[in-house]
């Protein structure tokens, strides 16, 4: 099981790497080490422009959250039921998921936030549906795993990045 200093390391390794890699194509990345809520990194390129990033990072199996920091969520009996989607908790947002793998072998997953909400919230339904709108184990519960198969799509798309800073 993961200790706490396991768990800093992961995310500071994460940081650091999505930092590197935003130097790499250009930008000037500055971290804050988890000291700022809903961002990790702000990324600018040499005209001012700059970019708040979200990092995630994982050494295997899945991003965990809560569904309710997508959607808001009630519970009528032990059904939930999915609301309307909440705002970005910080405006255009740009998230890079981090799946440690080894030197030289690490993925990056770079989306947007509203993407990233879809993709949840479309799981999330999907799951609910599946067993009729009541989690089977625990009812109240609001977790929910991120799998990398599921950002397949956006697999080293720095293009997201690149996009708003040129």
Not at 67 to 92: A, C, H, M, N, W
Not at 152 to 163: A, H, I, Q
Request: with cysteine.
């Amino acid at each position: 099981m993961a200790t706490g200093r396991d768990n800093q390391l992961t995310k500071q390794v994460g940081e650091y790497l999505v930092a590197a890699e935003v130097c790499r194509r250009g930008f000037i990345a500055t971290t804050f080490t988890g000291n700022v809520p809903h961002y990790d990194i702000i990324a600018s390129d040499g005209s001012g422009r700059h970019q708040a990033i979200q990092v995630k990072a994982i050494k295997g199996g899945a991003w965990q959250f809560d569904s309710r920091v997508f959607t808001d969520i009630r519970l009528e009996g032990k059904k939930q039921v999915v609301g309307r989607l909440k705002e970005p908790p910080y405006p255009d947002l740009i998230c890079v998921f981090v799946r440690l793998r080894g030197q030289g072998a690490d993925e990056f997953y770079i989306l947007t936030w509203t993407d990233l909400q879809k993709i949840a919230i479309t799981a999330h339904r999907r799951y609910l549906d599946h067993h009729g709108g009541v989690r089977p184990r625990k009812y109240d519960s609001f977790h929910m795993a991120i799998r990398p198969e599921m950002l397949k799509e956006y697999r080293d798309k720095w293009d997201v990045l690149e996009k708003r800073l040129r």
